[in-house]
């Protein structure tokens, strides 16, 4: 079982419906990742990555902020996905400045990470698609050093897309 490493909690900001986590100074850029990958397009609840560091997340509803926690272990976090309502999973790199939770105008937080390839699990629940601001739900997400790229996945979820 893995080690919690650090836990912070923050307020995101959801700018057009999405979470950014993004990581500057990747040098070179991570091979295995084309410029940009993701799932599907816009697809609700998952990851996209980029080649240079970071990752967008597509948040299940347009409101925000958001109560959110981010999580860093020492290895893949144990399988907590039924207590969930949608879990995603991917990875992209990092570099030596750690993680940052980014909007258009701030660096919003910075939780310090190893460099290299980080795996990422995005969890959501107490989510409504109802129109209403105030209904954002709570986020988590958990961050773990991996070796070789993992899969960019919805590995569960209760919505039908």
């Not at 979470?19 to 991570?30: G, K, L, M, N, Q």
């Not at 144990?78 to 400045?97: A, L, S």
């Not at 460099?115 to 709570?138: I, M, N, Q, T």
Request: proline content about 8%; hydrophobic content about 40%; charged content about 20%.
């Amino acid at each position: 079982m893995g080690l919690l490493l650090r836990r912070c909690n923050v307020l995101t900001a959801l700018e057009y419906g999405m979470v950014f986590a993004s990581s500057h100074d990747v040098e070179p850029r991570d091979p295995a990742l084309p410029a940009f990958t993701e799932i599907d397009e816009h697809y609700m609840g998952a990851i996209g990555a980029f080649n240079n560091g970071g990752c967008v997340i597509y948040a299940l509803t347009w409101g925000g902020p958001t109560a959110s926690v981010v999580e860093v272990w020492d290895e893949e976090p144990p399988d907590d996905y039924e207590e969930w309502q949608h879990v995603t999973q991917g990875w992209f790199p990092v570099g030596p400045g750690g993680v940052r939770g980014e909007d258009d105008d701030s660096v919003e937080w910075t939780i310090p990470t190893p460099p290299g390839r980080l795996g990422v699990l995005f969890s959501a629940k107490d989510v409504s698609f109802e129109d209403h601001e105030d209904e954002v739900g709570f986020y988590r997400l958990q961050l773990w050093p991996i070796e070789h790229p993992i899969e960019f996945a919805i590995i569960h979820s209760i919505f039908e897309q």
